[in-house]
Structure formats: structure tokens, C-alpha cells
């Protein structure tokens, strides 16, 4: 599953059966995981976020995510949010990866992960610009431990250019 696919979907609490909110964000860890999701903010400009850790989610798939209850939903302040999926502070999307001896594969337009596997992510998704990416498509990067995302790139052994792969595009890829 991608988490691009996941943005704007409808949180619900299956106790009472209603929509707490949707999906703003993803909250990240440097050791390739997902630790919950942000909601959707009520105030514009507010300081503070509605969280949901992931251990909280029963339940998640293509249509919604389901959370036993609204005592989930805690409150963060936005700037303690280290690492985000697409529009915090520091945001995974976007950010260029560079091998270690200093060829750059392109940028990063998705982060995949495996429901099966819970919230460890297991491949980027990277794009190298718009004619690339509609002559070749977009490539696909398995995730290994020895990944490190820095402050401005993620960078990769090596090697990595030749794991490259082309894109999966279904929703529960």
C-alpha cells in the first residue's frame, strides 16, 4: 500500500461509528517505520496537531481507517513532530536520494508499506522528473536498514542503482 493512496481518507471511531477526522499526515521514525497518522487541522495556523499512534489503529484499508475509540486522538504540538510523510517540518517526499558515492536516483514521490508487515516501510517509490517518469515510469527502491535519511537526502549504498525497479501501481501493491 502507498501512503500517497492513504492521504485525505476518513478516520472513524468503531465504537461510536463516527468520523473523528482525515488523514493529514504521516508521522515517521529514521528506522523506516510509521509511527501514526496526523488529522486534518480544524484552525489554520494552530500550533497544536490531532495524532493517532499507530497502535491505536485496528484497522486500515483503501476506503478508511478505524480506531477503537476518540480517546485515541491525542493532542501534539506540531513542531515535536520529527519526521513526516508529505508537509511537516521535515518530510520524507520529495527529499533526493544519493547513493554513497554521490549519483543521485531521483527524489522520493512515495513511500510504500506492507499490511502484513504492520508499520514497517519497505520501498520508496523515487521519480527522475516528469519526461522520465512518462518514458520510463517511476522506479521502486526496497527499503534495507543501511538506508539513512539525513536532514536534506536519503542516501543509499551504492549499489542501490541496480535495485532499482519499475513502480507497482495497484492500491494494495
Not at 492521504?7 to 517505520?33: A, C, R, S, Y
Not at 549519483?103 to 521519480?127: A, C, W
Amino acid at each position: 500500500m502507498k501512503l500517497q493512496e492513504m492521504l485525505g481518507l476518513p478516520v472513524f471511531d468503531i465504537e461510536q461509528g463516527k468520523k473523528i477526522g482525515k488523514i493529514h499526515d504521516f508521522m515517521l521514525g529514521n528506522n523506516w517505520t510509521i509511527l501514526g497518522i496526523e488529522l486534518e487541522r480544524k484552525v489554520l495556523y494552530s500550533k497544536m496537531s490531532n495524532t493517532i499512534s499507530w497502535e491505536d489503529i485496528i484497522a486500515y484499508g483503501e476506503d478508511a481507517i478505524m480506531i477503537r475509540n476518540q480517546l485515541a486522538v491525542r493532542k501534539m504540538k506540531a513542531v515535536d513532530i520529527q519526521l513526516s510523510y508529505a508537509l511537516g517540518k521535515k518530510k520524507l517526499c520529495d527529499l533526493p536520494v544519493i547513493t554513497e558515492d554521490g549519483l543521485m536516483l531521483g527524489r522520493i514521490s512515495d513511500v510504500y508499506f506492507d499490511q502484513k508487515m504492520g508499520n514497517t516501510i519497505i520501498g520508496l517509490e523515487i521519480s527522475d522528473g516528469f519526461v522520465t517518469d512518462i518514458i520510463e515510469g517511476r522506479k521502486w527502491l526496497p527499503c534495507t536498514s543501511n538506508m539513512i535519511i539525513g536532514e536534506s537526502s536519503v542516501l543509499v549504498p551504492s549499489m542501490s542503482e541496480g535495485c532499482l525497479d519499475n513502480a507497482i501501481h495497484s492500491v494494495n501493491g
